[in-house]
């Protein structure tokens, strides 16, 4: 219990402030599950100490590093308190296990890879007898500069909301605190794992030795009646264009990861439907079917610049 009495935080700018005005903070499941953690931990009701200090921008700074969280939070004081919050880690050979585990299942891994957060990738760490999130309330230590005796304080709670907003702009940031970096978990075998959602990758071929050949495409063409393979739909669309995360000049008012999902589930659809039918379909259909996203006009090219 604190008894300092109530003073007005020092009023600053250019703090983080949060984005949710009212209710919970951070909007995707592992953002909402972190503070399922914290209210397992029976601290969630303190959190509501740090509400005002979060959405008023109190807090100056929140760096986060394997194993441990620094911040500063503005009170009422002059000088910025020092908050710190350490997360047990999972070990090198642990986190070995767990990538091992993810490759196993190419829909986990292309959706780690463009950016997204499966919603059963908690599964592999139990699988291993891991957790993703701590899971006991020894697995968190706090550290704060301010008198005030309890725990969470408001300047510690501030963080820990501000931190579920942080989980929901990048995923990633879980696995860091974890001990595990973005570039480190996403190599080749993940990398090889997706490519497994894609078509059947063909042999290579080397380049023609005339430079016209190349450019003259000297592949033979296909005649009436010809087969080229059957068209199989993969696990998850757009999963190769989806590795490249945002993409920096989209100017459609569609997000582009669900512009391409949609474009690749379509002509996949498509030509899941059109193999072995007697029907043909005229190149205007298909383009209707490839090109209308939803909400637009049929057969209408979606504005994706300017």
């Not at 605190?177 to 080397?206: F, K």
Request: hydrophobic share 35%; with cysteine.
């Amino acid at each position: 219990m604190s008894y300092f009495e109530y003073s007005a935080p020092i009023e600053l700018r250019g703090g983080i402030r949060a984005s949710s005005k009212r209710g919970a903070f951070g909007s995707t499941w592992w953002a909402q599950r972190w503070s399922q953690t914290l209210e397992d931990f029976g601290i969630g009701a303190r959190l509501s100490r740090g509400r005002s200090y979060a959405r008023r921008g109190q807090v100056l700074s929140i760096e986060i590093e394997p194993g441990r969280v620094v911040a500063q939070v503005q009170g009422s004081r002059k000088r910025p308190y020092d908050v710190a919050i350490t997360v047990d880690t999972i070990s090198p050979e642990d986190w070995e296990k767990l990538k091992v585990v993810m490759a196993e299942q190419p829909i986990i891994a292309a959706s780690l890879l463009s950016g997204r957060m499966p919603e059963n990738i908690e599964e592999t760490f139990t699988v291993t007898g891991l957790s993703m999130f701590p899971s006991r309330g020894q697995d968190l230590g706090t550290d704060c500069s301010c008198p005030d005796w309890s725990n969470p304080c408001k300047h510690i709670a501030a963080v820990y909301l501000l931190l579920g907003e942080e989980f929901d702009r990048d995923p990633f940031l879980i696995f860091r605190l974890r001990g595990m970096e973005r570039d480190n978990l996403l190599g080749p075998e993940l990398r090889r794992s997706a490519q497994t959602l894609e078509a059947p990758i063909l042999p290579a071929e080397p380049l023609p030795a005339e430079p016209e050949d190349f450019w003259t495409n000297p592949l033979p063409t296909l005649r009436d009646g010809d087969f080229a393979g059957p068209a199989i739909k993969p696990g998850a669309d757009a999963a190769l264009p989806l590795q490249l995360g945002k993409f920096p000049l989209w100017r459609s008012n569609q997000p582009f990861e669900d512009a391409m999902k949609y474009i690749y589930g379509a002509a996949s659809e498509h030509a899941a439907a059109s193999y072995g039918s007697d029907d043909e379909t005229s190149a205007a259909e298909v383009e209707r079917a490839v090109w209308t996203l939803p909400g637009e006009a049929p057969g209408k090219l979606p504005r994706l610049y300017g």
